[in-house]
């Protein structure tokens, strides 16, 4: 099976979410997609940037390094992984959030992650070599 593969490396901050996009859009160029799925990658891979931005680092600052693959035949599926030398936290260990009304109107935050695992067909963190490593993996139709 034919792949293509990238690597972009920036600093973990809200101000490269332009050049992430940018990196996905290359990524994907030549693979056939349906919006909505299309969508949905975008969305995961905003949440989960984000998140590393402004939770890896705490008061400092630091980088991440994004990986991508896209399977050049069907299944089309493209696996991003996201990688920071941040403190350990795998989030897929955390409760999902509680979606009722009254629950979500008094708290703000917390639905990266459930975001991001709703909109992916895989995810998947690990610990390793002192990085988080969160991956996910979307068939793109």
Do not use: C, W
């Not at 260990?93 to 909109?119: C, N, Q, Y």
């Amino acid at each position: 099976m034919s792949e293509k593969e990238a690597v972009l490396t920036v600093a973990a901050s809200d101000d490269e979410m332009d050049a992430v996009n940018a990196f996905i859009d290359m990524l994907v160029a030549d693979v056939p997609f349906d919006e909505e799925a299309r969508t949905q990658l975008d969305m995961a891979v905003e949440e989960i940037f984000v998140n590393i931005s402004h939770y890896a680092y705490g008061e400092g600052t630091g980088q991440v390094t994004v990986r991508g693959r896209v399977a050049q035949e069907p299944p089309y599926t493209v696996t991003v992984a996201f990688e920071d030398e941040g403190l350990a936290f795998n989030p897929l260990e955390k409760k999902p959030p509680d979606l009722t009304p009254a629950v979500r109107r008094h708290k703000i935050g917390g639905l990266g992650i459930f975001l991001a695992r709703s909109m992916s067909d895989e995810i998947g963190y690990e610990r390793r070599q002192g990085k988080n490593v969160l991956t996910i993996r979307k068939k793109m139709v």
